[in-house]
């Protein structure tokens, strides 16, 4: 039986084959679920914010999504000529609370995606947008990202062979 490990908002976390990543309440965050193609490594982060946490946060950096991408790539165990290796899908992004003047849902999607590119990071997968919350579920050892939006049943994101 798989272990399933609970990312919860501003966490990252990481897990191998014997491991499900899964990520609940999603709303106008962005979940980042990366895979190391060649070495079957994943992890997951709920970022909550865009930029890199102020200098002044001593707690819970990860929120933010400059903070969490670094501490997913180190959880991968990879350095910069690997990161060719590493496939991103990005969930999330929902105006729950339908605001007109939201920003934040926006803010997230232009923050993750520049670092990404910059990064030269693939995105192979997204479902942002929208009014619904998401759920992700991550089976590393088969390479699959399911989600769902609302109340919906799951529906498969991506499959990596």
Not at 61 to 81: G, H, P, V, W
Request: glycine letters at 8%.
């Amino acid at each position: 039986m798989k272990e399933i490990i609970n990312i919860s908002t501003g966490e990252v976390g990481k897990g191998n084959i014997d491991n499900i990543l899964i990520s609940n309440g999603i709303g106008s965050c962005i979940v980042i679920a990366a895979f190391n193609i060649e070495k079957r490594i994943g992890a997951m982060a709920h970022v909550m914010l865009p930029g890199k946490a102020p200098i002044t946060e001593n707690q819970n950096k990860t929120k933010y999504a400059e903070d969490a991408i670094e501490k997913l790539l180190q959880f991968m165990a990879i350095n910069r000529d690997e990161f060719s290796n590493i496939e991103v899908c990005l969930i999330g992004a929902g105006n729950v609370l339908k605001k007109p003047d939201d920003t934040i849902c926006k803010n997230n999607t232009i923050s993750i995606i520049a670092l990404l590119k910059k990064l030269k990071i693939k995105v192979s997968a997204t479902s942002l947008g929208g009014y619904l919350r998401r759920t992700v579920r991550f089976n590393i050892e088969t390479g699959e990202i399911f989600y769902t939006e609302g109340d919906s049943k799951l529906t498969l994101l991506k499959r990596w062979n």
